[in-house]
């Protein structure tokens, strides 16, 4: 079975497209619940990238995007019509633009089947993580690894340990903090946390003044600073927590990949610094000669400017256990995004729910999520209580702003966990609790109609699929 894919990736600096084939295989015995998973992937074509087109700074060009959009899909001789699925992701400065989600719906009618999201900064470094490989990485060498995606306004970090996803962090730096027009060399726009930083330190860099690599090398110092106190080369101060978009990060390790744009850049030697309008050259050239690159140990990324998304959405049909619990009707539910929680979470799950909630926030507003646990094979009474009396502590902003509280566990306990849920938050909020199936964070669900007199319930696994 095939599948075209779309991918639309609208970034802080670039836009882009990638149309991907994937060949879909039934896994599973003649005498077992198919199970179909991908077994290839062909890119079908690249797009250009495009400077991401903005009406101001606080404002995305739709009407641009959307065009963008329309001609890279003529220039692959491909319709809406044969797309069967795919992913639209906002991310970076542009997730915070006032009109990010009037952007995606004006291109969800671009495909059949859309994921749709606006990233925020904690999803975003996951996304990215694995588009760069580094999740893999860490899983087939069981070490742990920092991933470091630098992009245009933003730097998103990820922790993977042995390929879990164990801690997130985001700071504002990025290639296009300042803009400098690429042949008069003057400093065109600066962002505003740099402003008060070059106060502080009273740089003599401002808006309309002709600069060199030497002039900004303070500012690129400083940035790099920060990125080194980020994985704990460097102590706290206060360029630092400035420049910290929500959180930072706490685990060190001794493995350090990059991706994003400036990524690029950093083993590349390039004369013309301001080739792209912006700091981003000399940024990557100050990684290049940190302390990054000397005292830790560098994996090569898979993907560098491509690593968010290189392909999207495919469509894995997967049955729910026939032990589950279900309160509401109102099926299908469509792209839920997936918050996995690891084995070592499960130690202390009502803590884990609680930060991690935190990475499907955006603007301070929480996003509707799948909870996703290992669980326990042949639990106790006890054991049942006992998850879920975390789960309901853990997931309380969650359940005080949503009528629906969605669970899905690995081992085969839905229906008790549910109930035992259902019944400690006094039957006065939905739920649907469902086993048997594996999720991983970055995954989407969508959630069909009950099958089988009810019961079981068909459930679409929506995985970003990134190049390996």
Request: proline letters at 2%; a negative charge.
């Amino acid at each position: 079975m095939e599948l075209l894919s779309v991918g639309i990736d609208i970034g802080t600096s670039t836009t882009q497209l990638i149309f991907s084939k994937l060949i879909l295989q039934n896994m599973a015995s003649s005498y077992t619940i198919p199970r179909l998973v991908i077994v290839d992937k062909q890119i079908v074509y690249l797009s250009e990238i495009y400077f991401t087109p903005l009406i101001s700074n606080t404002e995305i060009d739709i009407k641009k995007v959307r065009k963008i959009v329309e001609e890279e899909y003529e220039k692959a001789g491909i319709t809406a019509i044969q797309v069967d699925t795919g992913a639209v992701i906002i991310t970076g400065e542009t997730a915070r633009k006032s009109n990010a989600k009037v952007v995606l719906e004006t291109l969800s009618d671009l495909a059949g089947d859309f994921v749709v999201a606006t990233a925020g900064p904690d999803l975003e470094s996951i996304i990215s993580g694995k588009g760069a490989g580094a999740s893999a990485y860490s899983k087939e060498n069981n070490i742990d690894v920092t991933n470091i995606d630098i992009g245009g306004g933003t730097s998103n970090i990820v922790v993977f340990k042995r390929g879990e996803t164990v801690e997130t962090g985001c700071m504002d730096i990025g290639g296009r903090l300042i803009k400098i027009d690429p042949i008069s060399h003057k400093i065109t726009y600066i962002t505003n946390k740099l402003l008060i930083i070059i106060d502080k330190h009273n740089l003599n860099i401002k808006i309309g003044d002709t600069i060199n690599a030497n002039t900004l090398k303070p500012i690129i110092d400083i940035l790099v600073r920060a990125l080194e106190v980020s994985v704990g080369l460097e102590a706290e101060d206060d360029n630092f927590k400035l420049l910290v978009t929500n959180k930072s990060i706490h685990q060190q390790t001794e493995y350090i990949s990059f991706s994003g744009g400036v990524a690029d850049y950093i083993e590349k030697v390039e004369e013309d610094i301001f080739k792209y309008g912006d700091i981003g050259i000399l940024l990557a050239q100050g990684i290049k000669k940190s302390t990054l690159y000397t005292k830790r140990t560098i994996i090569e990324s898979k993907q560098t400017i491509r690593a968010t998304v290189v392909g999207a959405g495919t469509h894995t049909t997967e049955i729910s256990g026939s032990t589950i619990t279900y309160t509401v009707d109102n099926f299908p539910l469509k792209n839920i995004p997936i918050l996995k929680m690891t084995k070592e979470d499960e130690n202390d799950l009502a803590k884990a729910i609680r930060d991690k909630l935190m990475w499907y926030k955006i603007d301070n507003e929480l996003e509707q999520v799948v909870i996703a646990i290992l669980g326990k094979k042949n639990p106790t009474f006890d054991n049942i209580t006992e998850f879920a009396t975390a789960i309901i502590e853990g997931a309380k902003e969650l359940i005080d702003k949503y009528n629906l509280l969605i669970i899905v566990v690995e081992e085969d306990m839905g229906k008790v966990l549910g109930q035992a849920i259902y019944r400690m938050l006094g039957y006065k909020k939905d739920i649907i609790c469902l086993d048997s199936i594996m999720l991983d964070n970055g995954d989407y669900i969508d959630i069909g109609k009950p099958i089988a007199d009810g019961m079981v319930l068909p459930v679409v696994v929506k995985t970003i699929v990134f190049n390996r």
